[in-house]
């Protein structure tokens, strides 16, 4: 007698641990970045998407599922958490999360209300944006005056 679906699902995941690992294929990054894959057919899913809607229920639309124990082979339910994509990235360890974490600018300036500028993608450091543009109009200045582009 052929196996069902999840009785395939499940003996695919060591249970013997906290995070239950995924012990089949992998699909994605490099090594230590990959995700869990199983295959239904010739459509892959991964397998931690599966596990959670196995258990929990159908994934809320626009939620991504979070990894609560940062480790991407889990399928423990209980590990699985549906947030958004800007949570999703904050809460783990690639850049993004790493300059939300920085609580002051590359030359020392604290990131305040007041002092940062969120204009753009970025965060940006206002007093270092003034000192720039100082610096820059200084510079397009001395270049007018001996260009001749300006008169005195």
Excluded at 45 to 60: C, D, N, Q, S, V
Aim: net charge positive.
């Amino acid at each position: 007698m052929r196996k069902s679906i999840e009785e395939r699902f499940w003996d695919k995941i060591d249970k013997t641990s906290g995070c239950w690992l995924w012990k089949a294929s992998t699909w994605g990054g490099k090594e230590g970045y990959r995700y869990g894959q199983f295959k239904i057919g010739v459509k892959g899913h991964y397998a931690h998407r599966f596990a959670y809607e196995l258990i929990k229920g159908k994934i809320p639309k626009g939620l991504d599922i979070d990894h609560l124990c940062r480790n991407r082979l889990c399928c423990n339910p209980a590990h699985l958490e549906a947030v958004t994509r800007q949570e999703n990235l904050l809460r783990g360890e690639g850049i993004t999360a790493q300059n939300a974490q920085k609580t002051h600018c590359k030359r020392g300036h604290e990131f305040t209300l007041e002092n940062t500028n969120t204009g753009t993608k970025f965060r940006r450091c206002n007093i270092c944006i003034k000192k720039y543009m100082a610096s820059y109009h200084k510079k397009r200045m001395a270049g007018a005056k001996r260009s001749g582009h300006l008169s005195t």
